[in-house]
């Protein structure tokens, strides 16, 4: 490691690595967003499970590359725009999480529901205030692959010119110089491990029966 390199260097890594946290928060969020209804809906109809499921599998096997090269033709934006990145990695991050949070309603016993059912509750309050906790602990397991994976799909915007620390991996490749690529694995890394303790703080704070039940088991 050329530590001179690095602290020569040191703004161009900071905006990097700031660039390269907002490409990946911006998936995460409409990930979670769009995949908790898309997994309602396929919890609750048949019709939606055999569609959506498979479909999501689908989807996250399309290759990286030649979707962000596709989506600009589709969307009309330029190859270099941001917007392209962060919605292939969105799509990657629905695919990931619909099949979650279908299995975290499922995992919603149905005498739970009817139960909620016979005190009065509607269908909507059945979802915000029974289904939703208790799928809760599961949807930030969930949340949690899809973070570090898209951390990790962001540096593959680098080869279309998008800016992240993806552009130590090519850069540090081409000059044959391992520091650039070492910095590249350690910022995203770090990255990743910022998002992955904030989900679980966030999720601990939504789920505070779930820690206490950890603390007395």
Do not use: C
């Not at 689908?58 to 919605?87: H, R």
């Not at 292939?88 to 629905?94: E, F, K, M, N």
């Not at 990931?96 to 016979?118: E, I, K, N, P, Q």
């Amino acid at each position: 490691m050329n530590t001179r390199w690095v602290s020569q260097n040191w703004d161009h890594i900071w905006y990097l690595m700031g660039h390269h946290a907002v490409l990946g928060i911006i998936p995460v969020v409409v990930s979670l967003v769009l995949s908790v209804p898309l997994g309602w809906w396929a919890h609750r109809s048949s019709t939606a499970r055999r569609i959506l499921i498979p479909g999501a599998s689908i989807l996250y096997a399309l290759p990286s590359l030649p979707l962000l090269v596709l989506l600009p033709l589709i969307l009309g934006t330029k190859i270099l725009d941001p917007v392209n990145v962060v919605v292939a990695l969105s799509l990657y991050g629905i695919a990931l999480l619909v099949r979650t949070a279908t299995d975290a309603f499922d995992s919603v016993g149905r005498a739970v529901r009817r139960d909620a059912v016979a005190m009065g509750h509607s269908n909507a309050q059945v979802f915000w205030r029974v289904a939703l906790p208790l799928a809760a602990p599961t949807l930030t397991a969930g949340l949690r692959v899809v973070s570090a994976s898209t951390l990790s799909l962001v540096s593959v915007g680098a080869l279309i010119g998008v800016p992240s620390l993806g552009y130590f991996f090519t850069d540090g490749y081409q000059r044959s110089f391992p520091t650039e690529i070492w910095v590249g694995i350690v910022g995203t890394l770090a990255l990743a491990l910022i998002f992955d303790l904030v989900i679980v703080a966030v999720g601990g704070l939504l789920t505070p029966w779930q820690r206490r039940g950890d603390e007395m088991s």
